[in-house]
């Protein structure tokens, strides 16, 4: 059987490096998109970085993108290179937008382009569960519609990108699939995501290198997985016989404050080291918001039986082992 190569952009992130090592296991051939000052920590951490085959060139440049996938013509496309910060969008918006948007553009193109001479590629874009903005109902389902008026930046950006997706798919017959993540936590996970954070400094304080943990709004309530789990969906979309979209979730939403809680009370830490920052309020906040993934359940056969307690407990072990 021919060995398949998949492009993964945004490889040294959290997502990126957890499904290579899926893919590798899988013997594919990976070719992962890199910037000059990326940190391939996560690779090595993974014990992977030497089984990949690094490209660098530029999302934004359309002749680049094209030329570099004439020239590797890869069997899938996953697509996680974006600005994927919620806060930092909101400073940035114009930056956000145009590379969630643009760059997702000049793949799409470039893969309808190398259609037209019979080589079809399977892509995937990961979407977001910040596009639903604030919901009456949950839990969230795939017949939701999106919030692009009470948002933010970020998400108005992978809205965008999303029925780009979709608009793509349908006018030329693509095989074009959107993973709708929601919040997906590892030791991989960048320093400025809540969890990580949470954990992180929590160990400090227990360390007695940090003397407060400062947050934002504890009664926002989330839907929170593991990536190493959720990475599998992705997998599995561009194993079907047709396209399509599907939420990813957990299936149930659990509060910040219960997540600082819990650390603590692992760690034996005085709650009265929980300081709240009014700075670290967003303008926009969702109070609750979680998602059904029977589709994914059903259709790809992906199932999740995690309970993010257990995911903590994964986490700060994962932590400890290698503070």
């Not at 951490?45 to 990949?52: A, D, G, P, S, V």
């Not at 919620?86 to 470039?110: A, C, K, M, Q, R």
């Not at 948002?151 to 992978?158: D, R």
């Amino acid at each position: 059987m021919k060995q398949k190569i998949a492009l993964i952009t945004g490889i040294t992130g959290q997502d990126g490096a957890y499904l290579s090592e899926l893919l590798l296991n899988k013997n594919y051939k990976i070719y992962g998109l890199v910037r000059a000052q990326d940190d391939y920590f996560k690779l090595e951490y993974l014990k992977i970085k030497n089984e990949i085959n690094f490209l660098e060139f530029n999302l934004l440049d359309f002749e680049q993108v094209k030329n570099n996938i004439n020239t590797i013509k890869p069997d899938e496309i996953y697509n996680f290179a974006a600005q994927s910060s919620v806060g930092l969008s909101y400073l940035e918006p114009y930056n956000t937008i145009n590379f969630n948007f643009n760059s997702t553009l000049n793949l799409l193109e470039s893969i309808r382009l190398l259609s037209l001479s019979g080589k079809q590629i399977k892509f995937f874009q990961p979407s977001s569960s910040e596009m639903y903005g604030k919901q009456e109902n949950l839990p969230i389902n795939e017949s939701f519609k999106f919030n692009s008026l009470n948002n933010n930046p970020y998400a108005l950006s992978k809205i965008a990108a999303h029925e780009l997706c979709v608009l793509y798919r349908r006018l030329y017959n693509l095989f074009i699939s959107c993973g709708i993540m929601f919040n997906h936590e590892s030791y991989l996970r960048g320093d400025n995501f809540f969890v990580k954070k949470v954990i992180r400094e929590s160990l400090e304080i227990k360390a007695g290198k940090r003397d407060f943990l400062f947050v934002g709004n504890l009664n926002s309530k989330r839907d929170f997985g593991f990536a190493p789990e959720y990475v599998k969906a992705m997998s599995l979309m561009l194993q079907q016989d047709k396209p399509d979209d599907y939420i990813i979730a957990s299936g149930k939403s659990i509060s910040l404050q219960d997540i600082i809680y819990y650390v603590f009370d692992k760690l034996n830490i005085d709650k009265n080291k929980i300081k709240i920052d009014k700075s670290l309020l967003r303008p926009v906040e969702v109070s609750d918001s979680y998602g059904d993934y029977l589709k994914a359940k059903t259709v790809l056969g992906w199932d999740y039986n995690l309970s993010f307690y257990q995911v903590l407990d994964l986490l700060i072990k994962e932590e400890l082992q290698n503070s």
